[in-house]
């Protein structure tokens, strides 16, 4: 199974702090609450264990990067705390939320990531030195007893992947996890570009 150096991974937890730093004060924007996004942590998995920290049904939300950088990333949420954002973003308290993700919140959630990532990307564009942009995002909601959806996110047909872990606090609201995967060349890809620029 192909690996990432001690190097590398430290690269992507710098890369992932400072653009999720960004992609949380935007979020608090939205929601009007404040957002806290911890340090993430970075390991190496394969596919099968890329749903671990789930139970039931989660939001995968996956990025398209169009200009910059050539792939994608996903993230997955628990199915839960999209609820509370989305009302949180329409108006609501945020408390007391049930029932499931429908057509109104899953494009609400869009909007968020869409939102959220592009301010990533404006990180990423400065620290790389280069223009990076970003598709909009597709959102699925999906039973982690099925990695159909998941399957064909990624139709490289990738069995390695880059999990960065962020522990997410929106004022007692939520205090959950969200997770971003990365396929391993595109990891390497936006490495490489970093120590570029660190060494000109």
């Given at each position: 199974?192909?690996?990432?150096?001690?190097?590398?991974?430290?690269?992507?937890?710098?890369i992932a702090n400072i653009s999720m730093g960004n992609a949380?004060?935007?979020?608090?924007?939205?929601?009007?609450?404040?957002?806290?996004?911890?340090?993430?942590?970075?390991?190496?998995?394969?596919?099968?264990?890329?749903?671990?920290?789930?139970?039931?049904?989660?939001?995968?939300?996956?990025?398209?990067?169009?200009?910059?950088?050539?792939?994608?990333?996903?993230?997955?949420?628990?199915?839960?705390?999209?609820?509370?954002?989305?009302?949180?973003?329409?108006?609501?308290?945020?408390?007391?939320?049930?029932?499931?993700?429908?057509?109104?919140?899953?494009?609400?959630?869009?909007?968020?990531?869409?939102?959220?990532?592009?301010?990533?990307?404006?990180?990423?564009?400065?620290?790389?030195?280069?223009?990076?942009?970003?598709?909009?995002?597709?959102?699925?909601?999906?039973?982690?007893?099925?990695?159909?959806?998941?399957?064909?996110?990624?139709?490289?047909?990738?069995?390695?992947?880059?999990?960065?872990?962020?522990?997410?606090?929106?004022?007692?609201?939520?205090?959950?996890?969200?997770?971003?995967?990365?396929?391993?060349?595109?990891?390497?890809?936006?490495?490489?570009?970093?120590?570029?620029?660190?060494?000109?």
């Amino acid at each position: 199974m192909e690996k990432l150096s001690k190097e590398e991974i430290d690269t992507l937890g710098e890369i992932a702090n400072i653009s999720m730093g960004n992609a949380a004060t935007n979020l608090s924007l939205m929601v009007n609450h404040k957002v806290n996004i911890t340090t993430p942590c970075v390991e190496f998995i394969k596919r099968s264990q890329a749903l671990d920290d789930y139970e039931k049904t989660c939001i995968f939300i996956q990025i398209h990067y169009i200009k910059g950088l050539s792939g994608n990333n996903v993230f997955v949420l628990k199915e839960n705390d999209a609820l509370v954002l989305t009302d949180l973003m329409m108006g609501g308290t945020g408390e007391n939320v049930q029932g499931e993700m429908g057509e109104l919140q899953l494009s609400a959630m869009s909007e968020a990531m869409n939102q959220m990532m592009g301010a990533s990307a404006t990180s990423m564009a400065t620290m790389l030195d280069m223009m990076v942009d970003i598709g909009t995002p597709e959102i699925n909601t999906i039973d982690v007893e099925s990695v159909k959806i998941f399957e064909k996110m990624f139709d490289e047909g990738n069995d390695s992947f880059v999990k960065i872990t962020f522990k997410m606090d929106v004022e007692g609201l939520i205090d959950s996890t969200m997770v971003q995967l990365y396929p391993v060349h595109f990891a390497r890809e936006m490495c490489d570009k970093f120590n570029y620029e660190a060494t000109k």
